[in-house]
């Protein structure tokens, strides 16, 4: 099995790489270097083919020797318009012009010149560079460039591909007069591979919406007298003009490049020969010239399979005669699925052979299957021209044959190395065996005293079967001597069987009492036969006793309680499944006990005290219900009974109970112990075993919570309300997790004066993904009891100290009121450090600017320390406010030591404003106290403005309720610090 994985991942491996390299060719240049190398032995391993004889191509090179006669300077505009005029005087097809003719780079004569030469000659073309560096649209094309683009063009999601490959980012025209005056333009650019060969193309480049040839695409068309403007493309497919001109593209809209031999490969003339006139006319007579620079001091040279520096202008050459004759080398469209499939399928090709056959044989094959592949390759690429990225599935296939064989070598040296361990160890135990053998050994010659046999029997053997050597002589009977008349017909029969070759070896089990003892023996033997016959049989006894009560005590362990010997938890669960299944009675179900202060009495006196009491109970439960109820110890301090049909489950818990009052005289002064008790029945809902112990568990739980020695019956409803605690705790944690869940929305406080806005309370909204929105009451409360609510109250602080900082722009001054849990506040070393944390999340902002809210009896749960942690917390820079003010026990004692900077009023006082004077008196005091303090009082569920008349007469500075806003999201909070002066 682990060979069979070990050789999966091989070749899962060695798929993935394959595949990183495939997809990772394009943006790795090193990655392409292997396929290049494969394109080029392909190429030099075909050979040099002659160009195409229907459109002749002719190379005017300004070589070494043209140089020398010019001075050693190159050839200024003058001099090539002579040349285009000999040119055309010859009777060329075409000619193409590989030199950039930039403005500027030439007198204005010798512009002139040759714009005049070009327009009497009607048939040169010149070229232009779209680079991919420098800054975008730099300047407007030339109409003459604009007038080459393709009339049609089509395939944005191929074009989008061919872009990230090759992008123009700007066009680099020639002199415009020139430029008007030759019969066609194209582009010249080329995206070099990392070893600077071009080894493609790029017939077609789009820059600002229009989509240009390459200057060998527009002499090719040119050349066949081709309507230009039919021309179109498909990127990713095709470019064709009419029917006179058809070249497929590659997924990047590429073409590739068939070079055909060495510099020289097509016929050419000097260019100094053909000014000074001793060129033949009849050699340009029809063809398509390109003129450019081949001097290897000038000019621009790249490596091709068969030359190290060929010059740029035979490039040009190449690429025109292979649209010319349709040799150009295409990657097809389903070359690259084919390449995929390789890519995963080689590897596991080689895997499956490496794994299944032979380490030659595979090999061999594999050498095959790889000389197949190229050699189908070089086919394709001869007479199709498909070149296919072959570097991949190679790769792949390399890697899963050395991973494969590595592990395959590894694998088998293992092996090799384990079966002579194997031999030494079984060489080792047989003599130590031979040696110091406490078994038994017995050796029957069956055909010594004419047939009747004669057995050997060593004195262990005789020991172990309770015989002296006269009882036992020389008779294989005497094997049965102690066995009763059933065992010994079983004992002879299995021993006839294998004496008539019916079993492959003698295996008995001898079963009887010895002086008292139960013994086990193991027989053993082997028969040797002599043309079908047995004639000898030997082998052992070994005295299995121990193992088998061990065994027994084993299975019995398995099921019962060690301590108690009552059942346990597996035992009583699987007789609780039996009851449950048929038709189960109603009544069907488990009672449940745990003692009260078990771990305290364990403390106290001593775990043997403990088990004393667990072993004194489990001896009254069982001999009270122990008849008619399955007993069980399921928990270290818990104890299970199983109900039935008709038992009566608070009558069971009374019994436990009266039990329970006994005193437990296990160390003096006697124990007198509680239990809580609970149970649950088949009619509470609970259908299976899992489910009545876990309801029962979690009744116990219940019963144990009301205090000592009280009883509980499950309520599925009470189930309900855990289950939905549980999934709030669990959604609690999910949610700080993601930490896109908690929101604050933020109230508006006021002035009551001018109504201007101070500040906002930060009120936490929870929006759940499939829940919506629950609110703070629903969740709080369940975090609180959990501890999960200082998680909440950090990422509370956070989030309002970076509220406070994204307001900073908009000239937001006031305050954040947030709000503390008592949680928190008793938990204050944590509260401290997430008080630091918050100012650092603060920056610039100051720290008085968010305020710490407590509510009065938080505060006076522990005035002491609180007023400790509120002291540092305010040296900390923080405001406080005391929240519910006048609804809880503050001491006027205390009430001075805590550093608030705010009372709020209870919005209880505030809705019963209008009731009486009662509330309004309370309200005064409480505004008069801070005042007195020199305190900010602020009240809360302000409603309507006859609340917020009241509350200013009566000394309240602030207000916040649903009369001045809600809580605001931030959006609309922020919307409300933009209306300054805020009002409402």
């Not at 061919?162 to 008007?180: I, K, M, W």
């Not at 100290?801 to 503390?820: I, K, S």
Request: aromatic fraction near 6%; proline fraction near 5%; glycine fraction near 10%.
């Amino acid at each position: 099995m682990k060979a069979r994985l070990g050789y999966g991942l091989v070749a899962l491996a060695a798929a993935l790489l394959g595949l990183a390299m495939a997809f990772w060719q394009a943006d790795v240049p090193v990655l392409e270097r292997p396929d290049h190398w494969l394109q080029d032995w392909q190429t030099a391993w075909r050979g040099p083919l002659a160009p195409g004889q229907e459109l002749p191509l002719l190379l005017v090179r300004v070589d070494d020797a043209a140089l020398e006669a010019l001075g050693g300077r190159v050839p200024d505009r003058a001099e090539i318009a002579r040349a285009v005029q000999a040119l055309h005087a010859g009777g060329v097809r075409a000619v193409a012009l590989d030199i950039l003719l930039l403005p500027g780079g030439g007198t204005a004569e010798g512009s002139a010149a040759l714009a005049a030469a070009m327009k009497a000659c009607a048939c040169t073309l010149i070229p232009f560079s779209l680079p991919d560096d420098g800054e975008a649209g730099a300047a407007a094309a030339l109409a003459p460039v604009q007038a080459q683009a393709l009339a049609r063009f089509e395939g944005d999601v191929a074009l989008a591909r061919s872009e990230a490959f090759y992008r123009p980012r700007r066009l680099v025209a020639p002199e415009a007069g020139l430029a008007q005056s030759a019969a066609g333009l194209g582009h010249i650019s080329a995206k070099p591979s990392s070893d600077g060969s071009l080894r493609r193309d790029l017939p077609v480049l789009r820059l600002d919406g229009k989509v240009y040839p390459s200057l060998p695409l527009r002499l090719a068309a040119f050349a066949r007298g081709a309507d230009w403007s039919r021309a179109q493309a498909r990127f990713g497919a095709e470019v064709s003009v009419g029917e006179a001109l058809r070249l497929p593209l590659d997924e990047l809209s590429r073409i590739g490049v068939n070079y055909y031999g060495r510099s020289g490969s097509f016929d050419s003339v000097g260019f100094a020969d053909l000014l000074a006139g001793r060129v033949d006319p009849a050699r340009l007579h029809g063809r398509v010239a390109v003129l450019g620079v081949s001097a290897l001091a000038a000019g621009d040279h790249l490596p091709s399979p068969f030359d190290a520096r060929l010059p740029g202008m035979e490039r040009i050459a190449t690429v025109t005669d292979n649209l010319l004759t349709g040799r150009s080398l295409v990657h097809p469209a389903w070359g690259g699925a084919a390449e995929l499939a390789a890519v995963v399928l080689l590897p596991l090709a080689a895997v499956l052979l490496l794994a299944s056959r032979p380490l030659g044989t595979a090999l061999l094959l594999i050498g095959a299957g790889v000389l197949v592949l190229l050699v189908a390759a070089q086919w394709v690429f001869e007479r199709h021209y498909l070149v296919f990225s072959l570097a991949p599935p190679l790769l792949a296939l390399l890697l899963a044959t050395l991973g494969a064989s590595a592990l395959r070598a590894g694998a088998e040296q293992s092996q090799r190395r384990e079966a002579a361990r194997r031999l030494a160890a079984s060489e080792q135990r047989y003599a130590l065996a031979a040696q110091g053998a406490n078994d038994g050994l017995w050796d029957w010659d069956l055909t010594a005293h004419e047939g009747a046999g004669e057995v050997y029997y060593s004195p262990r053997w005789l020991a172990l079967m309770g015989l002296s050597g006269e009882e036992a002589g020389h008779a294989i009977q005497a094997w049965t001597l102690p066995l009763e008349s059933a065992a010994r017909l079983a004992f002879e029969a299995e021993l006839q069987a294998h004496l008539d070759g019916r079993s492959q070896q003698f295996h008995h089990v001898l079963h009887f009492n010895q002086g008292g003892q139960e013994r086990w023996l193991l027989a053993r033997g082997l028969a040797v036969r002599e043309e079908g016959r047995p004639v000898r049989m030997a082998g052992s006894l070994t005295d299995i006793s121990e193992s088998q009560r061990l065994q027994r005590q084993i299975s019995f362990d398995a099921l019962h309680d060690r301590l108690t010997g009552l059942a346990n938890r597996v035992l009583f669960r699987e007789q609780l499944t039996h009851l449950l299944t048929g038709l189960p009675a109603p009544e069907t179900g488990l009672l449940l006990l745990g003692l009260d202060g078990f771990r305290a009495l364990n403390e106290t006196h001593g775990p043997v005290a403990g088990d004393a009491v667990l072993t004194e109970l489990a001896s009254r439960l069982r001999m009270t219900f122990g008849a008619r109820h399955l007993v069980a110890r399921i928990g270290p301090d818990q104890f299970a009974l199983l109900l039935a049909g008709g038992d009566s489950a608070p009558t069971l818990a009374r019994g436990v109970q009266a039990l329970l009052q006994q005193p437990f005289n296990v160390v003096s002064p006697a124990l007198r112990l509680t239990a809580g008790i609970a149970w649950a029945q088949r009619r509470h809902g609970p259908a299976t075993a899992d489910e009545l112990l876990a309801a029962a568990e979690g009744a116990l739980a219940r019963a144990k919570s009301g205090g000592s020695g009280q009883m509980h019956e499950f309520d599925p409803a009470e189930q309900l309300v855990e289950q939905s605690r549980r999934w709030l705790r669990e959604a609690i944690d999910a949610a700080l997790a993601s930490g896109d869940q908690f929101q604050l929305h933020y109230q508006p406080f006021v002035r009551l004066a001018d109504r201007s806005l101070l500040g906002f309370e930060a009120l936490i909204r929870w929006r759940h993904p499939t829940k919506g929105l629950i609110m703070p009451g629903d969740f709080i409360p369940v975090a609180e009891a959990s501890g999960q609510i200082r998680a909440i109250g950090r990422w509370a602080l956070l989030e309002a100290a970076g509220q406070l900082r994204r307001w900073q722009p908009l000239g937001f001054a006031g305050e954040v009121a947030v709000n503390l849990s008592g949680v928190q506040l008793e938990r204050d070393v944590q509260l401290l450090a997430d008080a630091r944390a918050t100012l650092a999340a603060l920056g610039d902002v100051p720290a008085r600017r968010l305020k710490l809210e407590v509510t009065e009896s938080m505060a006076m749960a522990n005035p002491q320390r609180s007023a400790e942690v509120l002291q540092e917390l305010a040296r900390m820079g923080f405001k406080l406010s005391i929240d519910d003010f006048g609804t809880g026990y503050s001491s006027l004692a205390y009430l001075h030591r805590f550093p608030f900077d705010t009372l709020k009023v209870d919005r209880s006082f505030v809705i019963r404003l209008g009731q009486g004077r009662e509330a309004q008196e309370i309200v005064r005091t409480i505004a008069g106290l801070a005042l007195a303090l020199g305190k900010q009082t602020l009240a809360e569920g302000v409603e309507d403005e006859k609340q917020a008349a009241l509350l200013a007469q009566l000394g309240v500075q602030v207000g916040q309720g649903w009369l001045f806003a809600k809580a605001l999201p931030e959006e609309q909070a922020s919307e409300a610090i933009r209306s300054v002066p805020w009002r409402r």
